[in-house]
């Protein structure tokens, strides 16, 4: 996902305002931070973006997204996958 952001300069939103370089206009930036976040959310399947639909900074997005599938990820991977096939 944030290679999706590299290529359009995005990337460095995703840091939050507050790593904002000062050669970038807030509106500048303002726009990028939406660029970013629609490049997130155009990204997502249907079972991912209900969690960030409503949101509206790409570093919130990004966040909730990281708490969620970190998590997850870290718990399947010490869940044995079921045997089905006998």
């Known amino acids: ?11 460095k939103v995703l840091l939050g305002r507050l790593n ?12 990028m931070e939406e660029r970013a976040c629609n490049t997130i959310q155009l ?13 509206k900074s790409a570093p919130e997005v990004w966040l909730k997204l990281k708490s969620i599938y ?9 869940i044995p996958p079921f045997n089905v096939a006998r």
Do not use: G
Request: aromatic share 4%; no cysteine.
């Open 20 to 31: 904002k370089s000062n050669t970038i206009t807030n509106d500048d930036w303002a726009n």
């Open 70 to 78: 970190i998590t997850t990820s870290s718990i399947t991977m010490l």
């Open 43 to 55: 990204s997502l399947l249907d079972e991912a973006l209900q969690y960030v639909v409503e949101i």
């Open 1 to 11: 996902m944030k290679d999706l952001l590299v290529q359009p300069s995005l990337s």
